[in-house]
């Protein structure tokens, strides 16, 4: 289960990975800046949002987390880096504003998602990188609100 909610919400880190360089092709008025966060926020934070939990079940021997949990998560993600994208491009502020908070809602579901697993823990030999797993969620997101 665990590594299906991951190959899809890796597919869509593959498709900002892949959409990254070719909207830095087309004419658009934020520079680097646009191909840059559709990079990051998009394909990087979605490889991580797959991969960290993922890792944390395999690590921890624990169940794996709701199907419908990862699926918000991995949409909100998405949703959040387009319109962040697509606001800014824009000069849409609001736009920027719900796709930001978007963004830190996906990365609070994010810590959900491995709270759970660090709760159900069988295994407690990598809970120290769950752990760090969790710093680094909380750090995304005052590192978003700033």
Partial sequence: MVRRQARQTLAIAVVFAIG?????????DTGTWLPLHVFLVGGVLAAISGAAPMLAVTWSASPAPSAVLAGVQRWVLACGAVAITVGRE?????????????????????????????????????????????????????????
């Fill in 20 to 28: 990254a360089p070719v909207v830095a092709l087309f004419h658009h």
């Fill in 90 to 146: 824009t000069g849409h502020t609001p736009l920027v504003a719900f796709g930001g908070t978007a963004v830190m809602v996906a990365l609070v579901l994010l810590g959900v998602i491995l709270l759970t697993i660090r709760r159900h823990v069988t295994t407690t030999r990598y809970m120290p990188a769950i752990d760090a797993y969790l710093v680094a969620v909380v750090l995304g997101i005052g590192g978003s609100a700033l």
